[in-house]
């Protein structure tokens, strides 16, 4: 164990997803480049233990001084939630222990006594009946840190994409469209792409309607909304260009013409990324981290995968891709 090595707080998720098994699958990569303590249960890591058929033994311990860093043995910060659990449910108290092992985290990392969060998949209709008005980690983290400019970026090797808007109906996302919701986007974006050491990044917005309206053929919210937005940027000095057509950019971006997108809502930023991170060779990759927050964030891009839950399949690359990135934010 490297001294030097980023401290990651790594939360276990919905226990009765896939969260365990992908943090059992993945440590002994990230063991290589990252000090891991996992904030969670115990009792659930260890059934991912079997599930996964893993060699590696568990470290429970109470504090984050506590904890070893060992190849063979993961330390898990035990909120003792879960006594006993099923996999594949929906239940208030698995959403509950997922909210707890969030809000530990948001704390420490607050605090300075983890580098950074990593966080594995959440199960929004378990924390909605545990009672949380939140439709995922996003708004959680902001508001926990009381963070008003904050952003979604999904990173697939050499496309990533961020957000002005991200779970809500589409008709709120197009109201969402203005001057300065995609302003702010592209500004906390740029921010972000420094973050992970792009000196001079090239930032590419989406368009709205089909063709970036078409010179106002098609709509005129593109014209009206995102240029203005886009023309603030460069005169603040950001390397900014749009609005683009939506359907030929990330083409363009994934091909090296721009280092982020920014879109304008959930789906049509979700879809490229998801395209290229679901079919690796290397099984789901791709990561999700959430810009503007004064601390560091990433997640898995995947969900809790209830279907496959416990059968120790699931794959672990998006873990180990969120905790480098992770890593590298840390360090910059």
């Known amino acids: 164990m490297a001294s030097e090595q980023p401290l990651i707080g790594i939360t276990m998720g ?18 290589s480049f990252a000090n891991v303590i996992v904030i969670g249960d115990e009792t659930v890591l ?3 233990l079997c599930v996964c058929e893993s060699n590696l033994t568990i470290d429970s311990v109470d504090s984050v001084d506590s904890a070893s860093f060992e190849a063979d043995t ?9 006594d006993t659990f099923e996999y594949g449910r929906v239940e208030a108290e698995y959403g509950r222990a997922s909210l707890a092992y969030i809000r530990r985290a948001i704390a420490l990392a607050t605090a300075g006594d983890i580098d950074a969060i990593t966080t594995a998949p959440i ?11 939140h439709a995922g980690h996003t ?10 400019r904050y952003s979604m970026m999904l990173i697939e090797d050499t496309l990533r994409v961020s957000h002005v808007s991200t779970h809500v109906p589409l008709s709120e996302a197009v109201e969402r469209v203005t001057t300065e919701n995609v ?3 592209i500004e906390i974006t740029n921010e972000a792409l420094l973050g992970l050491g ?3 990044p090239k930032i590419a917005v989406a368009g709205l309607n089909p063709h970036a309206s078409d010179g106002g ?13 886009v023309e603030q940027a460069r005169e603040n000095g950001i390397r900014a260009f749009g609005p683009e057509s939506p359907d030929t950019v990330y083409v363009s971006a994934s091909q090296g013409a721009y280092d982020c997108v920014v879109s304008m809502y959930h789906d049509q930023g979700h879809i490229p990324i998801k395209m290229l991170g679901f079919q690796s060779e290397g099984g789901i990759s791709g990561v999700n981290l959430t810009i503007g927050l004064p601390i560091v964030r990433t997640s898995v891009d995947h969900g809790t995968a209830f279907d496959i839950a416990g059968e120790g399949i699931a794959s672990e690359q998006s873990m180990i891709d969120a905790v480098r990135t992770a890593v590298k934010l840390a360090q910059n």
């Open 198 to 200: 792009i000196e001079t």
């Open 14 to 31: 919905d226990p009765a997803g896939i969260g365990s098994e992908v943090i059992v699958r993945a440590y002994p990569q990230i063991h």
């Open 217 to 229: 053929l098609i709509g005129h919210r593109d014209l009206e909304e995102i240029e203005p937005a």
């Open 123 to 133: 199960n929004k209709q378990a924390t909605n009946r545990a009672g949380s008005e």
């Open 139 to 148: 708004g959680l983290l902001a508001e926990a840190t009381s963070t008003e």
């Open 74 to 82: 993961i330390s898990v910060l035990d909120l003792g939630r879960i």
């Open 183 to 185: 302003y702010r986007t």
């Open 46 to 48: 260890r059934d991912a």
